[in-house]
């Protein structure tokens, strides 16, 4: 594998999914793999599931890892070419990619939507320029437009705990204080419309994701209805993603918050979030502490589909 930055990048998903399994039945059948290899995380964003997961799948693979925060002791990074360089930015990402390149044989790339420019953003320009430029293997630890180790962690979670074989899966919008990007809910459509669950989206109207990654799945705007019989509830916030409104908050309306009462409406729902979570806005508390809720072996799976990952680039160097 060269390349991870979205679900067809895995191939086929059972297969994947099988192998993930394989490789948290025993995490360490390939520490001779990553010997005297180096992976390189590169964070434009902050994270910590995403930092510590990633680090401990490389690791297990008996790799050396280097950890760049590029906004905290980096020099900052010009990424648009024909910029006269006259302000705080001191490097330009097309010297910096190749020499990061050169240091490590896989990059892993954390950079965020900046919810200003929808062109800019669903062109995915970093992470593209890194694929481009760097010489290395490159997998998305969160792009702009979609968060594909999430997305896997979250399958490998539902074909864990399902207890049909085509479960109802429904992905919900819930309110937050902040414009967040629409990378979760993107990746989480486009690797959920791979099976052949029944798959469901419910949010307020103007929060339409785009087309391309909503596929064949459900629209319901009546969350109570689309709540009923479902065997998974995935909570997410995103921003508006349609014209004139991209990247903005449309909406804080606390009624579509994942309480006790709506999770009765479900066939004894498990509830899903990526985290970090808002508490009382996203999701109460009886919720999400309650024995129906997966985010904590949801999030210890992002060691897994990381691993898995890294796992099929080793093999491919
Ligand atoms: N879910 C997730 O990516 O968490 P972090 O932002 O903490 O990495």
Request: charged share 25%; with cysteine; net charge negative.
């Amino acid at each position: 594998m060269k390349k991870f930055t979205c679900a067809q990048d895995i191939g086929p998903w059972r297969e994947a999914v099988k192998e993930a399994l394989d490789v948290k039945a025993d995490k360490f059948a390939f520490t001779e793999l990553g010997r005297n290899r180096t992976l390189l995380m590169i964070f434009f964003n902050s994270s910590l599931r995403t930092r510590l997961s990633t680090q401990k799948a490389a690791m297990n693979l008996g790799m050396n890892v280097m950890v760049l925060d590029v906004n905290q002791g980096a020099w900052k990074l010009e990424t648009e070419r024909g910029v006269v360089m006259d302000g705080d930015k001191a490097e330009h990402l097309l010297e910096a990619i190749p020499v990061m390149g050169s240091y490590c044989d896989i990059i892993g790339v954390r950079s965020f939507a900046g919810l200003k420019d929808k062109k800019e953003d669903y062109e995915e320009r970093v992470i593209e320029q890194f694929i481009r430029y760097s010489g290395r293997p490159v997998f998305s630890m969160e792009a702009a437009t979609r968060h594909p180790l999430q997305s896997f962690a979250d399958l490998i979670t539902i074909e864990e705990f399902k207890t049909k074989p085509r479960p109802k899966v429904v992905l919900t919008w819930a309110p937050h204080p902040r414009a967040l990007p629409q990378a979760v809910p993107n990746s989480f459509c486009e690797w959920m419309n791979l099976t052949d669950y029944d798959f469901v989206i419910t949010h307020p109207h103007g929060y339409e994701l785009a087309p391309e990654f909503v596929g064949g799945a459900k629209v319901e705007y009546d969350q109570r209805k689309a709540f009923e019989g479902a065997d998974f509830i995935y909570a997410k916030n995103w921003s508006a993603y349609a014209d004139p409104n991209y990247g903005k908050v449309l909406s804080a309306d606390m009624s579509w918050t994942v309480d006790a009462d709506k999770m009765q409406l479900t066939d004894n729902a498990f509830f899903m979030h990526c985290l970090p979570v808002r508490r009382n806005m996203i999701v109460t508390d009886d919720v999400i502490e309650s024995p129906r809720s997966i985010v904590i072996p949801e999030a210890a799976n992002r060691e897994i589909s990381a691993q898995t990952v890294i796992k099929r680039m080793l093999e491919a160097l």
